[in-house]
């Protein structure tokens, strides 16, 4: 990632940097998105042209291409799953796989993991790991174990 479209009035689609260093980035993409990427790129004439871009090879304007997104999701019963569903889906799926904050903030390009971890990240999941570290502190677990003529202590 190293730019983002924008719509300036009277001047049309500008491409400008991206808001912060963190948004300067190589993502990680999964093999079946790289392939499907190869396959696209295979179609163009001049790879320095934009990978989706319009007929011309030109940019696609962004609000047209929210548009079209909106009324495919509509068409199907999917509304719902907007950018923003997305990217939760994906840090979710990251933070379930065990990547840490920072890994996930990077992933996403935000320079604060406490932003991945406020905006994007579930709460309320349990994690079986909490419940092992809280029983290795059981103050009673001396108790059982002497009770059953076992040796006492932590």
């Known amino acids: 990632m190293s730019s983002t479209l924008i719509r300036v009035t009277g001047r049309g689609l500008i491409r400008k940097g991206t808001k912060s260093d963190a948004g300067q980035r190589r993502l990680l993409l999964p ?12 179609t163009l004439y001049d790879p320095s042209r934009p990978v989706f871009g319009t007929i011309d090879g030109e940019f696609r304007d962004p609000r047209n291409v929210s548009r079209f997104l909106k009324e495919a999701r509509e068409a199907v ?5 907007t950018a923003h569903a997305w990217r939760k889906t994906t840090a979710t799926v990251l933070d379930e796989m065990g990547a840490t904050g920072r890994m996930i903030a ?12 406020d905006v994007y990240l579930g ?8 419940l092992a570290a809280l029983e290795a502190v059981d103050p009673l677990r001396g108790l059982a174990t002497a009770e059953k003529g076992g040796q006492t202590g932590g």
């Open 123 to 130: 709460r309320g999941l349990v994690d079986p790991r909490v």
């Open 31 to 42: 093999g079946w998105c790289m392939a499907m990427l190869r396959r696209r790129a295979q």
């Open 77 to 81: 019963g999917l509304e719902w799953v």
């Open 106 to 117: 990077d992933q996403l390009g935000h320079t604060r993991v406490s932003m991945a971890q």
